[in-house]
């Protein structure tokens, strides 16, 4: 089953990505690596991969990294019982609402004219940092990456936080008589105690900063003048808007080497570590 | 008696299963899957049903731009649609010259189907002499004014040259008004403005050449001079037009935000819809202004839309009784009377069985020496590709009309070179 609906899609687009084809043509003209030269040719496959890798950084600086930050702080014993599972279920929420929801939400919130944004500029006196925040292409890719910080950072911390749970409680009591403070704790007993976690999380993260493709879809389009295209967009944008279906199986194609490669790296780095 | 009433059922239900048996299923996609428009074809389609019981009609309704993109894939597919909307011009064509549209010629013609529509409003959808498929709503550009904020900026003249034009947004903004409202996000809006503009700017015999993959250069002077002009319109466009969409600024015109729209005819209803009363009293409209420019001044920017049906259909003569009935004279003035739109047939109403705009609007178009296919769907889309993000460039003032233009060659260089 798997070799049919998983591998064989993998082997059959490589093979495609080799011809130049339209969906609605019934034929199709071998071209070799020329789909490959002229990827590398395209302005918008280096601005797609470097949005791509912004959001990879940004996503595991806030969602591991703050995740953590926030994992920690509500397994500690600084905060009641009550309070921590509000604010357990607070961050996690915006994880289970869906992406497309989510987008349309932001893209109301980032509106020029009425959207929530620059309504609390004004109202804070900072009128003059108003602007199109998805119509400016300084801004636009800033604005999507942001929203997914907001919706993903309280997934990580409740994977994060379960695996904290795990790590045997004698760790910090023995810490405790030695006179350990909660940040020393932190540091030499929580965060050691859930590295294998902390890798699963970063491999998800940047996995999925490679697969991006929804929230830019809805609320920018890879626009405005291609400063928000990731990789996702890009091949869609290819396939489906310009019917060029051999060149989106070769985006397709690097797409695919990127995350394998990003995953054995960082799977290789955290056997090292192990070891 | 038990028996002859044996017999008579027997017979019922054998003539039934050969009536059933008989029965064809055609599949129709069209791109409206809002709340007027699809109702209003889903009634039609019981209609047709009715008057043909030998054939059943399922519908697939998708958005405008999804359609775009799953109309290609399904295209290739056993399951492509049997009659389906298109756009004329370039979108269309490619799928003519993959053989995937069927040539409905001789059903028009040697029935005299033909003589029922407005011929301009047919001759968009013929491709090397044969046509592809029939209209289904007329449309036009023009723009859209607030008589109220004319008269407060002291704008007492309708514009009809291009100086005028700029003497009454000047007028406007000094007023306090927004001149023109425009919201750019899915550039589809620029492209009518250039579209527009590049016809007028440019000489007719190579303006066609151009917009044609297999010859077009673009390097006629008038396309920078036209970019020239749109870019003189910047300073009177409504805040971030790039992070507008139309219908937003459309909204926030008839609020009375802005006094011009460059407008479909096909939004006219939404004056009677959305607008204020006192927008809805007191709005007017004219056409594109004069240029002065080497292209014809007397066209209209704007295309019909319309159905054709699949080369690879089972159902040719069923399909093309359902194409007949889908944009025929009856359909079109329900049309009209449910969803606002005017379909291609003549003479399809009197003056007086119309709403003014509506009527206005169609006199506009028929005075028009002939129609301009808009820029985005007349335009390879790798054209259109490049062409679409440096406009968005120039309306954000980052890059200039000969720098545009040269972009726009250098695509229109590597389409030319595959054909």
Redesign the interface.
């Known amino acids: 089953m798997i070799l049919v609906f998983v591998y064989l899609p993998i082997v059959q687009n490589f093979y495609f990505s080799l011809f130049k084809m ?5 034929t199709k003209q071998f071209v070799g690596l020329a789909n490959y030269r002229m990827i590398f040719e395209d302005d918008v496959f280096y601005i797609s991969l470097k949005n791509n890798t912004l959001y990879a950084v940004i996503s595991v600086i806030c969602q591991v990294g703050f995740g953590m930050l926030l994992a920690i702080i509500l397994e500690g014993s600084f905060i009641g019982r009550k309070l921590k599972v509000f604010f357990r279920n607070v961050y996690f929420m915006p994880s289970l609402l869906s992406v497309t929801a989510v987008g349309l939400m932001f893209y109301f919130i980032y ?3 009425i959207g929530l944004l620059n309504g609390i500029l004004e109202l804070i006196g900072l009128g003059d940092l108003k602007t ?6 300084k801004t636009a890719i800033y604005a999507v990456i942001a929203m997914s910080q907001w919706q993903y950072t309280g997934y990580i911390m409740v994977l994060l936080l379960v695996a904290i749970q795990k790590i045997p409680h004698e760790q910090y009591e023995a810490a405790e008589i030695d006179g350990a403070s909660s940040f020393n704790k932190a540091i030499h007993i929580t965060i050691p105690g859930i590295r294998d976690m902390i890798v699963v999380c970063t491999v998800i993260t940047v996995i999925g900063a490679f697969k991006l493709f929804t929230e830019i879809y809805v609320m920018t ?1 890879g ?4 400063s928000t295209q990731v990789l996702g967009t890009f091949m869609y ?1 290819a396939a ?4 060029e279906m051999g060149y989106g199986s070769a985006i397709a194609v690097i797409i695919f080497a990127i995350t394998f490669l990003a995953s054995l790296v960082q799977i290789r780095f955290a056997y090292k570590g192990n070891n | 008696m038990r028996r002859g009433l044996l017999i008579l059922i027997v017979f019922a239900t054998l003539i039934s299963t050969f009536l059933v048996a008989e029965q064809v299923e055609l599949k129709f996609l069209h791109r409206w899957p809002d709340p007027i428009n699809q109702p209003f074809l889903e009634n039609v389609v019981k209609d047709f049903e009715a008057l043909n019981p030998d054939i059943k009609v399922n519908i697939q309704a998708i958005s405008n731009d999804p359609f ?2 799953k109309i ?2 399904v ?2 597919t056993s399951e492509a649609p049997d009659v389906f909307f298109t756009w004329p011009g370039e979108f269309t064509n ?2 003519i010259r ?3 549209i069927m040539d409905i010629t001789d059903a028009l013609v040697e029935t005299g189907w033909i003589d029922d529509f407005v011929y301009s409003q047919l001759e968009p959808f013929m491709y090397e002499g044969r046509f592809y498929g029939t209209p289904y709503r007329i449309d036009a550009k023009v723009f859209m004014y607030n008589r109220l904020l004319f008269e407060k900026a002291g704008v007492d003249f309708v514009p009809e040259t291009w100086e005028e034009f700029l003497v009454a947004c000047e007028k406007l903004k000094k007023a306090g008004i927004t001149p023109i409202a425009f919201g750019n ?3 589809w809006a620029i492209s009518h403005y250039i579209g527009t503009l590049n016809q007028k700017s440019v000489p007719e015999d190579v303006w066609l050449k151009d917009l044609d993959p297999a010859k077009g250069t673009w390097d006629h002077p008038g396309y920078v001079e036209a970019l020239k002009m749109f870019t003189q319109l910047i300073p009177y466009f409504s ?2 037009p ?3 969409k139309h219908a ?1 600024a459309r909204a ?1 015109f008839f609020a009375g935000g802005s006094a011009m729209m460059y407008v479909e005819i096909v939004e006219i209803p939404y004056v009677y819809r959305d607008a204020p009363v006192e927008f809805q009293e007191n709005w007017g409209m004219f056409v594109f202004p004069n240029t002065g420019g080497p292209g014809n001044q007397n066209y209209l920017t704007g295309y019909p839309e319309g159905f054709v049906i699949s080369a690879d259909t089972k159902y040719p003569e069923q399909s093309l009784r359902f194409l007949k009935y889908l944009t025929g004279r009856e359909v079109g003035r329900r049309e009209y009377a449910e969803v606002g739109y005017l379909n291609g047939i003549k003479n399809l109403f009197d003056e007086d069985e119309v709403d003014p705009g509506t009527w206005d609007a169609v006199q506009l178009v028929m005075k028009a020496e002939a129609m301009a296919n808009w820029l985005d769907s007349s335009l390879h ?2 054209i259109w ?1 490049v062409y679409s ?2 406009l ?2 120039l309306v ?1 003032g980052v890059t200039t009309p000969e720098k545009v233009m040269q972009e726009v060659r250098k695509a229109a260089d590597r389409v030319r070179a595959e054909f």
Do not use: C, H, T
């Open positions: 339209s969906s609605y043509s019934p509106n020029p004219n199109a925040w998805l119509g400016n292409p389009q626009g405005p003048y291609n944008r489906f808007a310009y019917d | 775009k993109e290609k894939i295209l290739g490619r799928f993959a053989g995937r996000e899915q550039p805040q971030f790039n992070a507008i937003e926030n889309a790798r590709d993000v440096q968005q460039m954000d």
